[in-house]
């Protein structure tokens, strides 16, 4: 069974048009929620950490927020440099990561 | 910023034939993992390393992995005797806590298997 899941699958914005990007998550016992940007032929690059319900991170033009079920990762008027897959992961305290296929984020000048 | 580098970036391989990936993790880092991404799909996780040991390792990282950390600063991968459906991007990454917190990844290696 999918530990995450993330959609859309694909997203192509318009240069500031603001979106949202879905990560809902199963497993139990949370204790950690990433989100990483991967861009092309490179490892992933850590972004947030969220713990807990509630909690919010913010980076630039990127806003992290997390609920029981899921995070959403809010992107306010992105620049064509923002164009990369998002990726979340989900760790219940063990020794890995569980992470979703990712959201390939494109934005159009 | 400190990295975690990694070595080669490409390295194609004949199948049968042994590997090692070599990473060289964050200086004061504790714990070590290595991930692997087949092409269009998720980041998997293989084995996580502490304190000169393995700690965990996923059904993937059978006989044919092993991992090793010879000299206090690098950290490898070995596959024994490749194969085809070994082909695909291996990510080393570290972290000075445990897995509740974010890991640095490496830039990969993209292993092809012929």
């Known amino acids: 069974e999918d530990q995450v899941t993330q959609s859309p699958e694909a997203l192509r914005l318009q240069e500031g048009e603001s979106s949202s990007l879905n990560c809902s998550y199963t497993?139990?016992?949370?204790?950690?929620l990433f989100w990483y940007r991967q861009d092309p032929g490179k490892g992933p690059e850590f972004l947030f950490t969220l713990y807990s319900a509630g909690e919010e991170k913010e980076k630039e033009r990127l806003k992290a927020t997390l609920t029981k079920k899921e995070s959403f990762l809010h992107i306010t008027a992105p620049k064509p440099e923002d164009s990369a897959t998002y990726l979340c992961a989900v760790t219940d305290g063990g020794n890995q990561f569980y992470f979703g296929t990712g959201t390939s984020l494109t934005v159009i000048p | 910023e400190p990295e975690v580098t990694q070595t080669p970036s490409h390295q194609v391989t004949q199948m049968g034939q042994e590997v090692i990936l070599r990473c060289v993790p964050i200086?004061?880092?504790?714990?070590f993992y290595w991930y692997r991404q087949i092409l269009g799909q998720k980041v998997e996780f293989l084995v996580s390393f502490y304190n000169n040991e393995i700690s965990e390792k996923s059904e993937i990282f059978d006989d044919q992995f092993s991992v090793e950390r010879p000299d206090g600063s690098n950290f490898t991968l070995k596959i024994r005797s490749t194969k085809l459906e070994d082909s695909a991007m291996y990510f080393c990454a570290s972290v000075m806590g445990g897995s509740n917190y974010g890991y640095t990844f490496g830039s990969g290696t993209r292993l092809t298997v012929v």
């Open positions: 200086s004061n880092h504790l714990y």
């Open positions: 497993v139990s016992g949370l204790r950690g």
